[in-house]
């Protein structure tokens, strides 16, 4: 029997909270570069694919951070996909700004150059996407960029199918907490996945509950 009311059923939270629903994620470590300003990086959990012709990501960024004005002087950005070696990085690039510091020399990240844009890959991540802007527009102080997918990467044999494979470190991220015992200390959680944790379900089991007619109209 369905719980009367939603008092019954849930338990309210902020909105802060909400965003705990919807992780695990593999966050972003973005990309830029300028030639004045050279490569970046800024962690990025605001973004989503956007379409598929032209494929294509939506990224959004503040126009406080130095991001934003590398990408608005050369409008290309890479999305690279960290593994769990590199929540430093992750911790870092979402909370130093590039003004103050070359986050990718601090860190010794060792870097690829892209192919069809002027803006490095980042060696040890999973893997990263290169794209070029090509269009954007503007919201409550910041702009959402439409990059189009020039080469995206994979280290090697890193999908299984089309599945991004398990036997990767993959850094899948659980959001961040302040410490229980010291309320000045921020945690970035993140959790471990192996094959074992892997399962499969698949799309005829729930189509065959169908009734007949959309039975045949939504199989394969």
Request: charge should be negative.
């Amino acid at each position: 029997m369905a719980p009367s009311d939603r008092s019954n059923a849930f338990d309210e939270i902020s909105e802060m909270d909400s965003t705990a629903l919807f992780k695990p994620e593999v966050v972003s470590l973005v990309v830029s570069k300028s030639e004045s300003g050279g490569p970046n990086l800024m962690t990025a959990s605001w973004f989503m694919l956007a379409g598929y012709n032209p494929f294509r990501y939506l990224l959004a960024v503040s126009h406080e951070t130095y991001t934003y004005e590398l990408i608005e002087e050369n409008p290309e950005f890479v999305l690279a996909a960290p593994s769990r070696d590199m929540i430093d990085a992750l911790a870092l690039a979402g909370t130093v700004s590039g003004r103050d510091l070359d986050k990718i020399d601090h860190l010794g990240l060792e870097t690829v150059p892209g192919d069809a844009v002027d803006v490095p890959l980042l060696a040890d991540a999973i893997g990263n996407i290169e794209c070029s802007v090509m269009d954007s527009f503007e919201f409550e102080n910041c702009t959402y960029y439409f990059g189009s997918v020039e080469n995206a990467y994979v280290t090697a044999d890193g999908l299984d199918g089309r599945i991004l494979s398990l036997e990767e470190d993959i850094l899948a991220y659980m959001g961040s907490n302040w410490g229980a015992e010291d309320e000045d200390e921020k945690y970035r959680y993140h959790a471990g996945m192996s094959p074992d944790d892997l399962e499969r379900f698949p799309d005829s089991d729930v189509i065959e509950t169908l009734p007949d007619d959309l039975k045949e109209k939504y199989s394969r």
